[in-house]
């Protein structure tokens, strides 16, 4: 009965968030409030009220690692935007057709998010983007292709999506397989909708913001640099030191901290704190951090009940098949978090089942990497932009979603043949 209430909430937590701007309901206070009663069923079911608070505690973890690289992430880009660093960057684009920028901010995202991640990549480009446009139409349409380019690139990558990251950590794939085995699938998740979305602006001519030059300055290109280098820095700092990126995100932005004290160290007290890391701090989007608190809470109580492990026993029990069960784990991973499905699969398949670097863990990091695209909070990447351009979750599901699945269909058809055609 309780895992039946825990399902009814999850599910009108949802709802309630789909339907933010008709309920007039902030979607942070719905993501909060599921995720507080879902996390309710599981104490009033728990044999031991000890087992469920480390149940919570544990998880609470993990979410908190996500939250606090966000956090580290959209500060770092506040810094860069206060200072005019992408004034820098704007200046370089020349071209005024919408079409030719969509087709250039869609490739950087596709490769960046590869080295960088797609959440990182995704806060930088929609902030950029945030720069070259003016309308908010625009802005909105080049960010849900941002979201799918993020995590089409993220997927091929072992640094780009958590779960490719899991997957290589887990010793189910080596990094040199997955990129040689996933690009050209990933390349055309990215690819179809980008192809099918640069017809509609093909011929429109951008009303570009009027850039001053006087705005940028040497400081500028310092805090630019600093802050570009420093993300790229997070990926290696774990690759090297193998903490969790959250903690390599804290040092960058406690350098970028200093870096920007010592900047401004002679400046009048009033400026100072105009380009102070605290003032960046009160200007990022807090409640697009909670939501996402509030998602996670609510997909942790699931997989705590054991909903998500069943269901994957359960694909595997019906469907027999490796690629109809990696597509379903990829749309799933829409409507709740891929970690816990990826964790649940490394779970359920050991090394004699599927071997490293099996097509079905490949295809598994392309499914799960790319099908949370589907759907605005179906990815941490969709959670930013989400924050940042204030995106209504209908409007999205109305004009990205299907693109987003053409591009996910698309993906598959390549990896397929691929497969067949290679016999690998």
């Known amino acids: 009965m309780l895992a039946i209430l825990l399902i009814v909430f999850f599910v009108l937590g949802y709802i309630a968030i789909a339907f933010e701007h008709p309920l007039g309901i902030n979607k942070a206070a719905s993501a909060l409030m599921t995720g507080v009663l879902c996390w309710l069923m599981y104490f009033f079911e728990a044999h031991a009220i000890d087992e469920a608070t480390e149940q919570l505690m544990h998880h609470l973890g993990d979410i908190a690692s996500i939250l606090f690289f966000l956090l580290g992430a959209m500060t770092i880009v506040e810094m860069i935007d206060s200072h005019n660093g992408f004034e820098i960057i704007t200046q370089k684009i020349k071209t005024t057709d919408k079409g030719t920028l969509l087709v250039i901010v869609s490739i950087l995202t596709f490769f960046i998010s590869a080295l960088l991640d797609n959440l990182t990549t995704a806060i930088v480009m ?39 990251t899991m997957l290589w950590i887990g010793g189910q794939l080596t990094a040199l397989n997955i990129m040689a085995k996933t690009f050209l699938a990933s390349l055309a998740v990215c690819g179809v909708p980008l192809l099918i979305l640069a017809r509609k602006f093909k011929g429109k001519r951008i009303n570009k913001p009027s850039l001053n030059k006087d705005k940028t300055s040497k400081e500028s290109n310092i805090i630019l640099l600093t802050g570009v280098g420093l993300l790229i820095f997070v990926p290696v700092f774990k690759t090297v030191t193998h903490m969790p990126p959250f903690m390599g995100m804290l040092l960058a932005l406690s350098i970028i901290w200093i870096v920007t004290t010592w900047i401004h160290a002679d400046k009048h007290q009033q400026e100072k704190k105009k380009l102070s890391v605290a003032t960046a701090l009160q200007k990022i989007d807090t409640p697009s951090i909670l939501f996402f608190l509030g998602i996670l809470l609510a997909v942790a109580a699931l997989e705590s009940f054991g909903m998500l492990k069943t269901f994957a026993t359960f694909l595997d029990t019906h469907l027999k098949n490796d690629y109809l069960i990696g597509i379903t784990l990829g749309l799933l991973s829409a409507i709740v978090d891929n970690v816990p499905l990826v964790a ?81």
């Open 126 to 164: 929609t902030s950029l983007c945030a720069k070259l446009l003016t309308d908010k139409e625009d802005k909105l349409w080049f960010a849900g292709m941002i979201v799918i380019a993020a995590n089409a690139g993220g997927a091929w990558s072992p640094l780009g999506d958590v779960t490719t």
């Open 344 to 424: 649940a699969a490394q779970g359920m398949y050991d090394f004699s089942t599927f071997p490293p670097d099996h097509r079905f863990w490949e295809f598994l990091a392309l499914t799960t990497g790319t099908g949370g695209s589907t759907i605005i909070i179906g990815s941490a990447a969709g959670v930013a932009v989400m924050g940042i351009e204030h995106i209504d979750f209908i409007w999205y599901l109305k004009r990205i979603s299907w693109l987003a699945l053409v591009g996910f269909i698309a993906g598959i058809v390549v990896f397929i043949g691929q497969q067949w055609l290679f016999h690998t």
